[in-house]
T-cell receptor, first 112, second 116 residues
Framework: GENVEQHPSTLSVQEGDSAVIKCTYSDSASNYFPWYKQELGKRPQLIIDIRSNVGEKKDQRIAVTLNKTAKHFSLHITETQPEDSAVYFCAAGPPGRRALTFGSGTRLQVQP | GAVVSQHPSRVICKSGTSVKIECRSLDFQATTMFWYRQFPKQSLMLMATSNEGSKATYEQGVEKDKFLINHASLTLSTLTVTSAHPEDSSFYIC????????????FGNGTRLTVT
């Protein structure tokens, strides 16, 4: 089955700096790669996703890149703000309607 | 956008009792729903895939007789934790995808189960 690894486990940045979180996956058949933000005690919220026919996608301060050859994808947050502080999970999904496999999560702390 | 509703949000029960958690897709039909479990400061681990009108598919290591899943309609899946033990205390989250392939996965609010 799919195995997703995520790094780093914790990340502390100063407000205004950029943050980068990286994930690798094992199943070359996976073609859907979402990123979720989870605040304490709450459900994961989808923040951005990318499909395997696209190499990069951007939404305001958030961008995701995908390298299918190397089987890795990354989340980039620019101009970080304190409200960006949360746990971020990457995930990989196989074709069809099967479940996603999640990375181990990155706790991002943005220092004001 | 798609909404998944989960109840209850929090439940405390005694050891040996059973707890039922409901997951509903409010504005779309979900032939498949997924149940995840999350321990504190850990990732989301898939427990089982709930299929409307058929048996659920359980992940390795998840006891199907302990975690009963019923998906009786296109908008409702239930997870029953039977004979709960303190080690079952966790955050249980259901999720569902809209009909099209590779559509986003939407999560319910989760249920924090505490077994005393």
């Amino acid at each position: 089955g799919e195995n997703v690894e995520q790094h780093p486990s914790t990340l502390s940045v100063q407000e205004g700096d950029s943050a980068v979180i990286k994930c690798t996956y094992s199943d070359s058949a996976s073609n859907y790669f979402p990123w979720y933000k989870q605040e304490l005690g709450k459900r994961p919220q989808l923040i951005i996703d990318i499909r395997s026919n696209v190499g990069e996608k951007k939404d305001q301060r958030i961008a995701v890149t995908l390298n299918k050859t190397a089987k890795h994808f990354s989340l980039h947050i620019t101009e970080t703000q304190p409200e960006d502080s949360a746990v971020y999970f990457c995930a990989a999904g196989p074709p069809g309607r099967r479940a996603l496999t999640f990375g181990s999560g990155t706790r991002l702390q943005v220092q004001p | 956008g798609a909404v998944v509703s989960q109840h209850p949000s929090r439940v405390i029960c005694k050891s040996g009792t059973s707890v039922k958690i409901e997951c509903r897709s409010l504005d779309f039909q979900a032939t498949t729903m997924f149940w995840y479990r999350q321990f504190p400061k850990q990732s989301l681990m898939l427990m089982a895939t709930s299929n409307e009108g058929s048996k659920a598919t359980y992940e390795q290591g998840v006891e199907k007789d302990k975690f009963l899943i019923n998906h009786a309609s296109l908008t409702l899946s239930t997870l029953t934790v039977t004979s709960a033990h303190p080690e079952d205390s966790s955050f249980y989250i259901c999720s569902a995808r809209e009909g099209r392939e590779n559509s986003p996965l939407h999560f319910g609010n989760g249920t924090r189960l505490t077994v005393t």
